[in-house]
């Protein structure tokens, strides 16, 4: 019997259920990871609230990264054993696997090895964050040297590992956060300029950065209203990644500014990317080389124990974090 959260209807972290069941073998194609630690993902609160892109089948599991110690492989595994430190890369649906519990199956190709100077829990904060802009900056958009980066949300895991690769490339990271509580800090972790857009002129802050050049790359997870800032601050033929919808509020589309300038908004997911294997492979091992040697590091936010998942979404919900929220088993 293993530890597992369900839940059985949509709604706030309350819904969240620790149970016991018993976990199947891996079938074909599987492989079964005794788990030390979980990432948890903004993703995963959405799906919990009916809010995704899948709608959840009762009772519903959860959980895209966990990293922990083979338990047992399905028949038709290759090139990993019992005993071997894993890692999980989410490209499979919710409602058919999910990673929150003390043993879980996974998809082989959702697996992956970590560098060994990673703890557990930094083991289970690195792919979907990294692979989440390695897809957009530097696979898709082609990130130069020079090239200006404006990152909404930048306090969130994935736009740390965008300001991590920006610096990594010779790019230039600007950060946009609503608050200046997070500037000091965003500096610290990379952020060549902090915007905040609550307290400035967006428009005008930007302008003055890149002297009036614009962006090249807009990485946004939020949506709604911002848009049209967003596009008005983009350079001459760039592209506005819409990565997400964390916004409540209707997106306006920008029209004037993407005919004026040829602009790009490109609706981007993780999964288009970890779902072409000979894409996932060539990121996997750039993010594994740079991870091992040092130039990637996850920040962690904060841990709770695996008892605690309804007070970990409840955080995870709250706005307050910097970096990863982590999970323990």
Known sequence: MSKVVRFNQTGDPDVLQIVDEEVPPPASGEIQIQVAAIGLNRAEAMFRRGQYLEAPDFPARLGYEAAGTIKAVGEDVHGYKIGDAVSTIPNFPLNRYGVYGEVVNVPVTAVAFHPLNLSWEEAAAIWMQYLTAYGALIDIAKMQPDDFVLIPAASSSVGLAAIQLCNLVGAVPIAMTRHSDKKQELLNQGARHVVVSEEEDV????????????????????????????????????????????????????????????????????????????????????????????????????TFSLDDIVEAHRYLESNTQFGKIIVTV
């Open 203 to 302: 428009i005008a802050a930007v302008e003055n950065i890149t002297e009036g050049q614009g962006v090249r790359i807009i990485f946004d997870p939020v949506g709604g209203p911002m848009l049209e800032t967003l596009a008005e601050v983009a350079a001459s033929h760039g592209i506005i990644f819409q990565y997400g919808a964390l916004s409540p509020e209707p997106t306006p589309f920008p029209l004037f500014s993407v005919l004026g300038k040829g602009l790009t908004i490109s609706g981007y997911t993780l999964f288009e990317f970890t779902q072409d294997q000979q894409q996932l492979k060539r990121a996997k091992d750039d993010i594994y080389g740079w991870l091992e040697g040092a130039q990637l590091k996850p920040l962690i936010a904060k």
